[in-house]
């Protein structure tokens, strides 16, 4: 994909800061824009959120694949509620071998204005940019929650170098919590290259936010926001606080100009020959970190898209209905099929162990005080013979059955298969040996796994490449033109690769 059409800053980074913001609009009209975003958003996406939270507390919580009524129900029954938990092994083989392949961004020069020199330099800024921020971690930890819940995120962001530093640079940073971020929902891209707006809330130290910004940034979300209850403070010691982004368009005049190059009108010097011009919308990428009450910051995002990524496990549209699902989604009815047979299994067996006795009151005659609680006696005594006949009598027989009926045997076997089928990830595919297929067919199966939840890792690769889009802008913006030499127009020549 060429990277032509990257914005280009309005000023030189050396004599202005790039990121000042000509947003004129009030406090009241951009809160009142993002509460109208946020009750769309939540309406949209919350119950695709809900639906991810349920899959991952799944594999990830103990007794969530037993029904609540039902457990309570066995339990007082005296039944067991076994959970084997094998859909967790499966998650955690597909995370882990994402993890053995990560993806990496790379720019190259593709065509004869390409400048090789200045694509090994971003690619080395890349690179450090990836170790600073500890990307591997954010890539992990979107991965994982698409696998678990279908959805993860990965935000660019920019921050100061040092504390005593003007100099700005782009960090890659995870978010554990995926249920914090709303993006636009008519946003389609599985890369969010189309999202247009987005919203990323946290919880801030109320005393904290007081000393930078006042009581005005927190006095205000028990009173107008009845209507939002996700604004409202979880204690007196904690505050919510939003990042909100927003794409506008400002229609300008763009220059062609003699050297092929282009300007904005308002960029164009005297003496620079201007062959044609046209209108063209300009995108400005407003940023805004505000509480309930007070707009606490805003500036300017450098660069063409939204640096909020989202990274998807299976999305199916049917119409215009997205449906997301996670890895495990479908595979949760077996796996409570496969616990219920396993749990009648072990019910079974445990009543035959403590299956009661019959015997003849002259078989126990005087050792009446053992047969009334055998349990734990490592002896149990019997008279063998009839006292009055003197006949030899039997030992005491235990009613119960010799083993689990086959039927519940099997139907485990079948539950458990029924995992396997659904995931499509066979026993070579999960590291078991085969002594009876040769390397040839166990590699056959080992790439249909791969094949089936290609997806998974498909996305992420997506999402990564979204990310090296998303930094190019940044590295032009905030990195003296001494390091990277060639021209913005040159930069636009790369390609980026996972």
């Known amino acids: 994909m060429n990277l032509d059409d990257i914005e280009k800053p309005d000023t030189d980074v050396k004599d202005a800061d790039p990121q000042k913001s000509d947003d004129k609009r009030s406090d009241d009209d951009i809160l009142s824009e993002i509460r109208g975003f946020l009750t ?85 800024l890349v690179k450090d940019t990836e170790s600073v921020s500890d990307a591997e971690s954010a890539y992990d930890a979107a991965a994982e929650n698409a696998v678990y819940g279908g ?13 005593d530093s003007f100099d700005q640079e ?23 290259s189309d999202n247009t707006r987005a919203l990323v809330k946290s919880w801030v130290d109320k005393d904290e936010l007081i000393k930078e910004h006042g009581e005005d940034a927190v006095d205000d979300f028990d009173s107008d926001l009845s209507d939002m209850p996700s604004w409202y403070n979880i204690s007196d010691k904690k505050v919510l606080v939003a990042e909100y982004f927003c794409i506008e368009s400002d229609v300008k005049e763009l220059c062609l100009l003699g050297d092929g190059s282009t300007k904005w009108k308002e960029e164009v010097i005297a003496g620079e020959l201007v062959i044609k011009t046209r209108k063209s919308a300009k995108k400005v990428i407003n940023w805004y970190k505000v509480t309930g009450s007070k707009v606490l910051d805003r500036t300017v995002f450098i660069g063409r898209f939204i640096p909020v990524i989202p990274v998807y496990g299976e999305v199916t549209f049917i119409g215009e209905d997205r449906h997301i699902f996670s890895l495990v ?21 445990s009543e035959m162990v403590d299956a009661p006795y019959v015997a003849a009151v002259e078989q126990i005659a005087g050792y009446e005080h053992e047969w009334k609680d055998p349990k734990g006696l490592r002896v ?21 059955f010799p083993g689990s009926p086959t039927g519940v045997l099997n139907a485990a076997m079948v539950a458990q298969q029924a995992i396997v089928d659904v995931l499509n990830m066979h026993a070579p595919a999960m590291g078991s040996s085969q002594n009876d297929q040769s390397g040839v ?12 939840n290609f997806h998974f890792p498909d996305n992420l690769n997506k999402s990564i490449a979204q990310v090296g889009r998303i930094l190019i802008p940044q590295y032009q913006a905030f990195t003296p033109n001494s390091v990277l030499n060639g021209s913005l127009e040159r930069m636009a020549s790369l390609r980026l690769l996972h």
């Not at 967790?88 to 071998?97: G, K, S």
């Not at 149990?380 to 119960?400: A, E, F, I, S």
């Not at 067919?441 to 089936?452: I, M």
């Open 380 to 400: 149990l005594h019997y008279n063998y013979k009839d006292d009055q006949t003197g006949q030899q009598l039997p030992p005491p027989q235990r009613v119960g």
């Open 40 to 124: 769309e958003a939540q309406d949209y996406w919350n119950p695709i959120y809900q639906k991810g939270r349920e899959d991952k507390e799944f594999v990830t919580i103990d007794g969530a694949q037993w029904d609540a009524v039902a457990k309570k129900a066995r339990e007082e029954d005296g039944l067991p509620s076994l959970e084997i938990n094998l859909a967790r092994t499966y998650c955690r083989q597909q995370i882990n071998t994402q993890r053995q392949n990560r993806p990496q961004i790379q720019p190259l020069p593709v065509d004869s204005f390409a400048d090789i020199e200045t694509a090994n330099t971003i690619k080395g």
């Open 329 to 349: 989604h479908f595979a949760k009815d077996p796996s409570r099929l496969f616990n219920y047979w396993k749990s009648t299994e072990a019910h079974q067996l």
């Open 441 to 452: 067919a166990l590699g056959k199966l080992q790439n249909q796994q791969e094949t089936s």
């Open 151 to 163: 959805m993860g995120f990965i935000r660019v962001i920019t921050d100061y170098v040092s504390e």
């Open 170 to 192: 782009p960090r890659i940073v995870a978010v554990h919590n995926p249920e914090s971020v709303y993006i636009d929902p008519m946003s389609k891209a599985l890369d969010g």
